[in-house]
């Protein structure tokens, strides 16, 4: 299992983003994308999850572009974004039961308690703090698993206990074979992590 990004171009807006950028990942590894703001970190993770055509370039997930199945490249990954992808309305039970029925799992209970949500399991989402909205964004990892993780600040709005219960969780994906692809400006010190620095030479990870 591997996923690997060739000679990748964005341009936003008329201006260039990044050019000739590649990476290659493969399975029980994680990248760590960093560099400043406006340097391309979520340009690049929306260009891997499919909701940005790169100008130039492409995407390879074990080895073929995956233009020739970009279905059966969706089901591989999941991605988790600045926005929550959580319904307001719905508690948080219900919107990981969304996303366990439609990647057919029955990981929600499971999801629940890794993510530490039970006691709050029933609450409209609408009503919860910032860092319990992204507790339960993140759950959908469990709710609905994917080899693939495409993280954008999977952190931001987590005090220190549950960044660290967010670590655990990603270093048991990797250590069961899956992958990660995560940008963030702070360190989780985590271990074995390869880094690719938007600010620095392209087309390259540096160890």
């Not at 341009?11 to 994308?33: H, M, N, P, Y």
């Not at 959580?86 to 990647?103: C, H, I, T, Y």
């Not at 993780?149 to 960044?163: A, R």
């Amino acid at each position: 299992m591997s996923l690997t990004a060739i000679n990748l171009r964005c341009i936003r807006q008329d201006r260039l983003i990044f050019t000739d950028l590649g990476f290659s990942l493969k399975a029980g590894e994680i990248l760590w994308v960093q560099g400043r703001n406006g340097a391309g970190k979520s340009s690049l993770l929306r260009m891997i999850a499919g909701l940005l055509k790169p100008v130039s370039g492409e995407i390879q997930w074990k080895g073929a572009s995956v233009k020739e199945d970009p279905d059966g490249y969706q089901d591989q990954f999941r991605y988790i974004g600045h926005q929550e992808a959580l319904k307001p309305v719905l508690s948080a039970r219900e919107n990981l039961q969304f996303w366990a029925d439609f990647s057919g799992s029955h990981n929600v209970s499971a999801a629940l308690k890794e993510f530490d949500l039970e006691k709050i399991a029933d609450s409209p989402v609408g009503i919860m703090s910032a860092g319990q909205k992204k507790r339960t964004n993140l759950a959908r990892l469990i709710s609905s698993p994917a080899p693939l993780w495409i993280l954008d600040e999977p952190i931001s709005s987590l005090d220190t206990h549950y960044i660290e219960l967010f670590k655990k969780q990603l270093e048991k994906h990797v250590a069961a074979g899956g992958m990660a692809l995560l940008a963030t400006h702070q360190d989780l010190n985590l271990p074995s992590v390869h880094k690719l620095d938007l600010d620095g030479p392209r087309g390259r990870n540096n160890e």
